[in-house]
């Protein structure tokens, strides 16, 4: 089946996103408190958030701003905490095989992790409308601009998000998701070898390279262990 | 090289730097699998990456997590169950951890 997009696909994931900006909302402010610590106005944060969209790598960012090689130190933060988008974009490109080009590069600006992970629902379930993933991604951005500019703005009155439990929106989300991935017992193969190598790796490497890691080694024996057995 | 941040044109190359980062991390796990064959193998890899992924996402978490987080986790889960909902299993986790951390301190 190629993929498509439609109207109504935008709006479902659009909306799906907005059940989701409370969290993402509590991410940005969080970021724009602390950018506004190191001295970024309102429109420098925004303008981050916006181009970056990348809320993890942009809070490791923050931690590197005295560094005197600061060109290098960002880069590498992006690279370390968005490594695990490079599977990301393997895993979604059979499900968008088809797309004219510049379509599927203009979507891709938007890939964060809560649209990948419905879009590789919507790829399980059978159905192509890209524009899901799109509507999703676009939410996402408001939510993040908004949380980034009113953290940056008035954070420091608002005091500490972690109270009402909203850093704990994102990792909810993907449990819950992760428990619709669920089909059965074949299924913990992956998910435990990947909780196990990523405890190893954030233990002793850091960074985020632990999503990485945990994620290559848990589909790659899920991949090729049973298999093996069969043949 | 180095840049102040506190210009206005250091803080733009500070960005574009990372933004074209971040987008060639995006796009290259795209662009690479274009001259993959998706294989009955290939199939197999990307269709166990999405558990894969959540478990090492989820795993440091739990690892440091405390009373809060279990009762965050706890409340996902039966959510889940209950309504078969991804928000609303989420906005359950959440509310959990809200309620242990205000309540108890945790």
Known sequence: ?231 | MSVDPTTTSGLAVIILAMAVAAYLTRISGFFLMRFVAVTPRVEAWLKALPLAIMGSILAPIAAHGGPAEYAGFAATIAMFLWRRNDILAAFAGMAAVAVMRLSFGF
């Open chain 1, 1 to 231: 089946m190629s993929p498509y997009f439609s109207r109504a696909g935008f709006s479902r994931g659009f909306f799906e996103g907005i059940g989701l900006l409370p969290g993402m909302i509590a991410f940005g402010i969080v970021f724009g408190v602390l950018a506004d610590g190191v001295g970024l106005s309102i429109t420098g944060a925004s303008a981050m958030s916006f181009f970056v969209f990348a809320g993890t790598a942009q809070l490791l960012a923050l931690h590197a701003w005295g560094a005197p090689d600061l060109l290098v130190a960002v880069v590498v933060s992006v690279i370390a905490m968005n490594a695990r988008y490079v599977l990301f974009g393997a895993a979604i490109q059979p499900w968008m095989r088809g797309l004219p080009p510049w379509i599927a590069y203009a979507s891709l600006f938007l890939l964060v992790d809560p649209n990948w992970a419905a879009a590789m629902r919507e790829r399980d379930a059978g159905r192509h409308d890209i524009a899901v993933f799109v509507g999703m991604g676009v939410a996402f951005m408001i939510g993040w601009i908004v949380g980034t500019a009113a953290g940056a703005g008035f954070g420091p009155l608002l005091g500490d998000p972690r109270r009402l439990g909203l850093d704990f929106f994102l990792p909810a989300f993907f449990l819950s998701l992760a428990c619709g991935f669920w089909k059965g017992r074949g299924d913990l193969l992956p998910f435990a070898i990947g909780a196990a190598v990523a405890l190893v790796f954030e233990r002793f490497v850091g960074g985020s390279w632990h999503v990485l890691a945990g994620g290559l080694a848990g589909s790659l024996t899920a991949a090729f262990l049973p298999r093996k057995a069969a043949t």
